[in-house]
């Protein structure tokens, strides 16, 4: 499992490289702001990968268990997907506007930043009585367990690459 997480938080740190390269350039031309767009979306499914590997080693589900416990996995993820697009957003934005941020901006990029990690939550729990109905309460934990630690340990990473305010 370290392996695999070595490599989730390896990855995220690339991700936040190309961010922080927003941040140092005012205007990136078209060409390679599709470029970079590119290499976020191979990385972020990349990740994705990963951590369906970290959870695969850690779940040992039986055949049974695994059929019925993917396709909600991969429903979870999809909905996770698009909270990490809004998040992801948000660091564009951040970066575009980093040189020249108003406070009107900056309370807008914390209120939205906000509703991201309440979604982020609210998805969690919505998303518990489904995995409870394929997985033993210690299997559903567990994977709540995994999924948090995953989510906290991009979290860390993402936190210690965007530069504060100025």
Excluded at 106 to 135: E, G, I, N, Y
Aim: aromatic letters at 8%; charged letters at 25%; glycine letters at 4%.
């Amino acid at each position: 499992m370290k392996k695999l997480v070595i490599i989730l938080v390896m990855g995220m740190s690339l991700l936040f490289i190309q961010s922080a390269a927003f941040a140092q350039k005012s205007e990136p031309s078209t060409s390679a702001s599709v470029g970079i767009e590119q290499e976020v979306q191979l990385l972020r499914s990349d990740i994705r990968s990963a951590k369906k590997q970290i959870i695969a080693e850690n779940m040992k589900l039986t055949d049974a268990q695994a059929d019925k416990f993917w396709p909600v996995y991969d429903a979870y993820t999809h909905e996770t997907t698009e909270l990490g697009d809004a998040s992801y957003a948000l660091v564009k934005e951040y970066a575009q506007n980093y040189g020249t941020m108003t406070d009107a901006q900056a309370d807008s990029l914390v209120d939205k930043m906000a509703t991201v990690d309440v979604q982020t939550a609210t998805l969690r729990q919505d998303w518990l009585p489904k995995f409870r109905k394929v997985l033993t309460g210690k299997q559903a934990a567990l994977f709540f367990q995994l999924d948090r630690r995953i989510s906290l340990l991009l979290d860390l990473q993402f936190a210690a690459n965007i530069p504060l305010v100025k």
